[in-house]
């Protein structure tokens, strides 16, 4: 059976995924060396945890957060006030066809890592797991 490369429900693909990371680590060199004539931008240090792309490569998505996580909405408002320099810089130093359109959204990734440890440590969970392994340790056929 023949793959659809349009196929909604399909995960990024190969291509999608180079780009995205050469972008995230090019973006993250912009905003290191303060490339970006915009003082309030330079004198925050934002974290670039992600950068996912459209298929087309046209549009790429950045999950950013502010070090500290102390003005997360500001930093958003300035990246987006500065994306068509942000845009420009980071085109500059790649070699893609087209240059993307940024998008900028605040990366929630270390909030569900805590928000699952927090639950991971709750007593019941901790019973219901610890439960589980056992039932798992039962089913188990003797080793030699």
Same mark, same amino acid.
Not at 39 to 50: A, C, K
Not at 78 to 100: C, D, F, G, W
Not at 126 to 136: E, G, L
């Given at each position: 059976?023949?793959k659809n490369k ?19 680590? *090019? +973006? ?9 004539? #915009?003082?309030?931008?330079? &004198? @925050?240090?934002? /974290?670039?945890?992600?950068v996912r792309t ?40 790649? *070699? +893609? ?9 605040? #990366?929630?990734?270390?909030? &569900? @890592?805590?928000? /699952? ?26 080793q030699d």
């Open positions: 059976m023949a349009f196929q909604h429900g399909s995960g990024p693909s190969q291509r999608q995924l180079r780009v995205g990371e050469l972008i995230r680590r *090019t +973006l993250s060199d912009v905003l290191a060396k303060g490339e970006i004539h #915009d003082p309030d931008l330079n &004198r @925050m240090s934002i /974290t670039v945890g992600e459209s298929p087309d490569l046209k549009i790429a998505t950045a999950y950013v957060l502010p070090l500290g996580g102390q003005g997360q909405e500001d930093a958003i408002a300035i990246l987006k006030r500065n994306k068509h320099e942000i845009r420009r810089a980071v085109s500059k130093q790649m *070699t +893609l066809k087209y240059a993307p359109d940024f998008r900028f959204l605040l #990366d929630e990734t270390f909030d &569900r @890592m805590d928000e /699952t440890r927090r639950l991971f440590a709750k007593d019941d969970v901790a019973r219901d797991i610890a439960a589980s392994d056992d039932a798992q340790d039962d089913d188990t056929p003797p």
